[in-house]
């Protein structure tokens, strides 16, 4: 069963060649009431959940609030960092590639969504409401960019473009810096 999940993002950057996105896909130990058609619950994503998925990036597709036909495109890089799952993105050089980027450049995409397979989860129930903490993603189908998050926790962390000023590349060199530490 393939589980569509959507997060907030909160800030965009613009930086080398402006058609790679990084995006914080997932925040870890953030709780969300979900429905999949079953009732409500609260879900929460633990920290390795998505290790083994991080070895195959480029098998994780680029869409657009889940909308099944070509994708926009695919994933270069993930990477678990110490709250949320990380993944680099190349949009295709394309007209749908560049409206697109245009929406998040201008903003009014504010959400990131994952269709995802889940693997073991814990789940407990407190007082009649039932809470489920994914352990294990057997598999991410893809992150799609959407203007309504389910999720806060999320963003956009880059557009890379030829001309960045300093504040922008200082904030990207952070970024990569954490990410080699992990």
Same mark, same amino acid.
């Given at each position: 069963?393939?589980?569509?999940?959507?997060?907030?993002?909160?800030?965009?950057?613009?930086?080398?060649?402006?058609?790679?996105?990084?995006?914080?896909?997932?925040?870890?130990?953030?709780?969300?009431?979900?429905?999949?058609?079953?009732?409500?619950?609260?879900?929460?994503?633990?920290?390795?959940?998505?290790?083994?998925?991080?070895?195959?990036?480029?098998?994780?597709?680029?869409?657009?609030?889940?909308?099944?036909?070509?994708?926009?495109?695919?994933?270069?890089?993930?990477?678990?960092?110490?709250?949320?799952?990380?993944?680099?993105?190349?949009?295709?050089? $394309?007209?749908?590639?560049?409206?697109?980027?245009?929406?998040?450049?201008?903003?009014?995409?504010?959400?990131?969504?994952?269709?995802?397979?889940?693997?073991?989860?814990?789940?407990?129930?407190?007082?009649?409401?039932?809470?489920?903490?994914?352990?294990?993603?057997?598999?991410?189908?893809?992150? $799609?960019?959407?203007?309504?998050?389910?999720?806060?926790?999320?963003?956009?962390?880059?557009?890379?473009?030829?001309?960045?000023?300093?504040?922008?590349?200082?904030?990207?060199?952070?970024?990569?810096?954490?990410?080699?530490?992990?």
């Amino acid at each position: 069963m393939l589980l569509e999940r959507e997060f907030q993002m909160r800030d965009a950057e613009i930086g080398a060649d402006g058609r790679t996105l990084i995006l914080a896909c997932v925040p870890f130990d953030v709780a969300a009431t979900v429905d999949d058609g079953d009732g409500q619950y609260e879900e929460s994503f633990k920290r390795g959940a998505f290790a083994s998925i991080t070895k195959a990036a480029n098998r994780v597709e680029l869409r657009y609030a889940h909308r099944e036909g070509i994708p926009y495109g695919f994933g270069q890089q993930l990477i678990e960092d110490p709250t949320h799952l990380i993944g680099v993105f190349r949009v295709a050089p $394309s007209e749908r590639g560049d409206q697109v980027l245009a929406l998040v450049r201008d903003n009014q995409l504010k959400g990131v969504s994952i269709g995802f397979v889940p693997g073991h989860s814990d789940e407990t129930t407190v007082n009649g409401k039932r809470s489920v903490s994914r352990v294990h993603i057997k598999q991410l189908a893809e992150v $799609s960019l959407t203007p309504a998050p389910a999720y806060h926790g999320a963003e956009v962390l880059a557009v890379r473009e030829a001309s960045v000023d300093a504040a922008l590349r200082e904030r990207e060199r952070l970024f990569w810096t954490r990410a080699r530490l992990l």
